[in-house]
């Protein structure tokens, strides 16, 4: 299977959770309006939404990208940086949404901050992509050895965390997690 082939959501705003859940789905379900939504009913007493960006630009949190995973019978595990990722299970993982740091541009010009960024990795006919939407394509990572080297090194940043996608029946039984191993 070519990239082509390959669903891929591309950055806009700060739309990168909305882009991490559609690109995990491999289709677009979710809008800028149903990630508001969501954060409506996780916060329906406030007047500054919490979840969401004050500018109304998107940069949502993890309680939307959780609740908008269960709105689908999905669940978001919050993955544990004290474990190997030789650990996981990995038929039991329908996806990864990683929040790692991320260089702010104006244009062509990098400023010296770092910002938050979800982006999302998913295997699709044997082969792993990583579908981060501030790619001009999804990118092959290739089988579950290179998956595995690619999770680590994200993770090995201090400030990067990893959220799987898994079924609610793999969340409650916690079958994503090969219970032989031990933590690191």
Known sequence: MSEGDVFHEKQRLELCAIHALNNVLQERVFTKETADDICKRLAP???V??????????????????????????A??????????????????????LNVPSRVSLGIVFLPLRRRHWLAVREVNGQYYNLDSKLKSPVCIGGEAELRT??????SQDVAEM??????????????LNSDTPMK
Request: glycine letters at 8%; one cysteine or more.
């Open 76 to 97: 978001a595990v919050w993955w544990d940086k004290r474990r190997t990722v030789q650990s996981l299970c990995m038929p039991k993982v329908q996806g990864f949404i």
């Open 150 to 155: 690619f999770l680590s090194e994200q993770l």
């Open 163 to 176: 959220l799987l996608v898994v079924g609610r029946e793999v969340e409650e039984d916690g079958s994503w």
């Open 45 to 47: 007493q406030c007047v």
């Open 49 to 74: 939404n919490p979840h969401r960006s004050v500018l109304g630009t998107g940069n949502y949190d993890v309680n939307v990208i959780m609740a908008a995973l269960q709105s689908r019978e999905l």
